[in-house]
Structure formats: structure tokens, C-alpha cells
């Protein structure tokens, strides 16, 4: 099946910094999204993005289908940009969602 | 957010008894889905649904059976509990293409 490999798994910045947040996957799709999961657990849907560009506020992501990869960009992180992010995608509409392993995000006043 | 909805949002229960799980949506989606998340696992499918009455097994679907019997419901049973189905339980649900995906607040279940 599909592999869906995120680097890094593990980031710490320091707040105002910026970071870039990369999702690897192996076969083509036609789905991925990314989820932030914040420390109380609730899994906040970031952007659909199987192609392009899309921005919203300080975050933005960019899909290279043909690549087969994608990146989240956090600008100017606060300390609320904390938790987890994953990146996941499906190969049919209504098929199975499938997580990369996440990378946890860890932003320092 | 999407009107989805989790219950119990936490549940403690002992071994060997029967669970049950609600997943609730007011959005009238075709699709629905149930996830468990595990430290080193991530989230993995247990079953899924792509409409009433219609559904399908996940990687993680032993020990567990799903009912869809309306568009707007879809339960999650835990026949007898174990302690290896201690988890935290998402549910998810899927419409129209370019929808994408929205998740419910979880459940997090305890088996003593």
C-alpha cells in the first residue's frame, strides 16, 4: 500500500521562527491533507491540498503531485502552533485515509 | 466545525464487557470512519462506511464491528473489551469530492 513518510518527526522553535514541514508519498493520490492535533488531542483540519498552493494567515501549504510530495509552512510560529501535524492522503474519493506518522512541533516562549 | 459529533467523550469500562460508541453527523456525508490513535501507531482505520448499511473492514478491525442503519449515524461496538482497545477513538466523515475529511473530538476508552 501507499507509504506516507513526514520529516522531521520532531521540531522545537523558538517563538517567531519559522519552519517548513515536509510529507513524502509513494504512490499518487488524489487526497492529502493536513491536520494539526492539538495537546488536548482534537485533530484540526489545516488545508485539502492535492495540488497547488494555499495560504491562510501565517500558515501555507504547497502540493507537488507530480513529485509526489507536500509542504506546510509556519511563519512567525506562536506557542499555540504546538502539537502535532499530519499530513494524509487517500487514493479514491471515499477511500481510506492514510496518516504519515506526524511531526511534533514544540514552540518556545 | 463541521457538525460531527463523538459519545462518550471518555469512557472507562471493564474487561470482558461490551462497548458501544456513537458517531453523529448533521452534514449529511456518504462517508463515515472510525480510527483509533495509539502512541507509535498513529491513527490507524478500523471500519468504515460509504453508506447506509454499507460498510468495510480496515487494517484494525478485529475485535470490533460497526452498524450504519442512517446517513447521520455510525456506531462502533466492542464486542467483549480488552485491554489492548485501549485507545482514543476518532471518528470521521467524508462528502462531496474536494470536501476532504473532518474528525470528530474523540473518545478516549479505558479497559481495566
Known amino acids: 500500500g501507499i507509504q506516507v513518510e513526514q520529516s522531521p518527526p520532531d521540531l522545537i522553535l523558538q517563538e517567531g521562527a519559522n519552519s517548513t514541514l515536509r510529507c513524502n508519498f509513494s504512490?499518487?493520490?488524489?487526497?492529502l491533507q493536513w491536520f494539526h492535533q492539538n495537546p488536548w488531542g482534537q485533530l484540526i483540519n489545516l488545508f485539502y491540498i492535492p495540488s497547488g498552493t494555499k495560504q491562510n494567515g501565517r500558515l501555507s501549504a504547497t502540493t507537488v503531485a507530480t513529485e509526489r510530495y507536500s509542504l506546510l509552512y509556519i511563519s512567525s510560529s506562536q506557542t499555540t502552533d504546538s502539537g502535532v501535524y499530519f499530513c494524509a492522503v487517500t487514493q479514491n474519493q471515499g477511500g481510506k485515509l492514510i496518516f504519515g506518522q506526524g511531526t511534533e512541533l514544540s514552540v518556545k516562549p | 466545525d463541521a457538525g460531527i459529533t463523538q459519545s462518550p467523550r471518555h469512557k472507562v469500562t471493564e474487561t470482558g464487557t461490551p462497548v458501544t460508541l456513537r458517531c453523529h453527523q448533521t452534514?449529511?456525508?456518504?462517508?463515515m470512519y472510525w480510527y483509533r490513535q495509539d502512541p507509535g501507531h498513529g491513527l490507524r482505520l478500523i471500519h468504515y462506511?460509504?453508506?447506509?448499511?454499507?460498510?468495510d473492514k480496515g487494517e484494525v478491525s478485529d475485535g470490533y464491528s460497526v452498524s450504519r442503519s442512517k446517513t447521520e449515524d455510525f456506531l462502533l461496538t466492542l464486542e467483549s473489551a480488552t485491554s489492548s482497545q485501549t485507545s482514543v477513538y476518532f471518528c470521521?466523515?467524508?462528502?462531496?469530492?474536494?470536501?476532504?475529511?473532518?474528525f470528530g473530538s474523540g473518545t478516549r476508552l479505558t479497559v481495566v
Open positions: 462506511s460509504y453508506g447506509v448499511k454499507d460498510t
Open positions: 504512490d499518487s493520490v488524489n487526497n
Open positions: 470521521a466523515i467524508s462528502g462531496e469530492p474536494g470536501s476532504g475529511y473532518t
Open positions: 452534514e449529511n456525508h456518504r462517508y
